[in-house]
């Protein structure tokens, strides 16, 4: 069964700090990883990623997929409140089949 | 573009009453899937859609819950008796099957309160 694992659960950081979230997958065929944010609302699309050590980049945020090791990380710079969220990481396979979510890291930055 | 749009926005009832969940996908979109996400579970796919056709249902946790998608642009998610575990965010999404991206757009999520 494919499944993705995201880590930490919660993390609380000051303005101004560099954070890193990460996220291991296991998904057969695996074609895409994606990140998303989620803040009260609906989760909004970041990032997919399709190949190894291409990094996407995004003002303070960025990301990075390792296909050898099986995971992605997604880096948010110089943090503000407003990046206070949950993101979520998905994977994908070549087949037609939905998306599989992470649980999420929750971020809360504080001033 | 509107976006996914989903109606109620909020919903508030009693144990035992019918409840139905609407979606309108992007237009030109052809898979819908209706999640469900609570603080204990996280985000969990319920069922999704290709061109009208429920393709796997398998996250339906019970046979209280049905849904249905009449045409390309409109999806229903019922829930009936519902009960107080059933308490959670349901959010629709779309996708361009076969197209560039993978991305799934989300709608702005139904909040659903059993009482």
């Known amino acids: 069964e494919d499944k993705v694992v995201q880590s930490p659960l919660s993390l609380v950081v000051h303005e101004g700090d560099t954070v890193t979230l990460n996220c291991s997958y296991e998904?057969?065929?695996?074609?895409?990883l994606l990140w998303y944010k989620q803040e009260k609302k609906a989760p909004t699309f970041l990032f997919m990623l399709?190949?190894?050590?291409i990094e996407k980049k995004s003002g303070r945020l960025s990301s990075i997929l390792d296909k050898k090791e099986l995971f992605s990380i997604l880096n948010i710079t110089a943090t503000q409140t407003g990046d206070s969220a949950v993101y979520l990481c998905a994977g994908k396979n070549s087949g037609n089949t939905p998306l599989v979510f992470g649980k999420g890291t929750r971020l809360s930055v504080i001033a | 573009d509107a976006g996914v749009i989903q109606s109620p926005r909020h919903e508030v009832t009693e144990m035992g009453q019918e409840v139905t969940l609407r979606c309108k996908p992007i237009?030109?979109?052809?898979?819908l899937f209706w999640y469900r996400q609570t603080m204990m579970r996280g985000l969990e796919l319920l069922i999704y859609f290709n061109n009208n056709v429920p393709i796997d249902d398998s996250g339906m946790p019970e046979d209280r819950f049905s849904a249905k998608m009449p045409n390309a642009s409109f999806s229903t998610l019922k829930i009936q008796p519902s009960e107080p575990r059933d308490s959670a965010v349901y959010f629709c999404a779309s996708s361009p099957v076969g197209g560039p991206t993978d991305t799934q757009y989300f709608g702005p999520g139904t909040r659903l309160t059993v009482l």
């Open positions: 998904v057969t065929n695996f074609r895409s």
């Open positions: 399709t190949s190894s050590g």
């Open positions: 237009s030109g979109h052809n898979s």
